[in-house]
């Protein structure tokens, strides 16, 4: 099965079913890596909502989403960029840090397709107060981290042709 119908699955499920019955195709496909970060956020969002069975299941789907989140934002998805922000500036978020907050912040505010592709601006506030609330020393470092962002994504996942060897 292609990628592509693997997240169309995942999608399907989600909406039918929910997070917990949506998971494993998510993985699925976004561990396929380049051209699938869609499946990353939409993976790291899912996790980051689901309870499991017990407080450290719950803890290690809350870890996960944030592996898949940052795999996102850091190869340029704007909705995982814009989550990030918002999650690392909520004081009630157990991801809460105001510095990560800001540089998600202003690299998602930097992209100029950020309202096509993400979930529309941050709130007018939230630089601001971030900015208030940071060294200056801290805020240089999150607008150094904008000025060299460089995409990373993971190594994409590509099926090879048999050459009739087994392995």
Known sequence: MSGGRVLARARATLKKDGCKAAAP?????????????????????????MSGTTQLETDLFRQEGMFWLNRAAHAGNARAQYRLATLHASPVSGAHDPLTALKWSLLYNDKPEADLYGQGPLPSTMVPGLMQDLS??????????????????????????????SD
């Open 136 to 165: 200056p020393e801290a805020v240089a470092e999150a607008e150094a981290f904008v000025s060299g962002f460089e995409p990373i994504t993971l190594e994409k996942f590509e099926t090879k042709k048999s050459d009739g060897a």
């Open 25 to 49: 195709a998510y993985r699925v496909a976004a561990s396929m890596g380049a051209d699938f970060e869609a499946a990353q956020y939409e993976l790291g969002d899912c996790l980051i909502t």
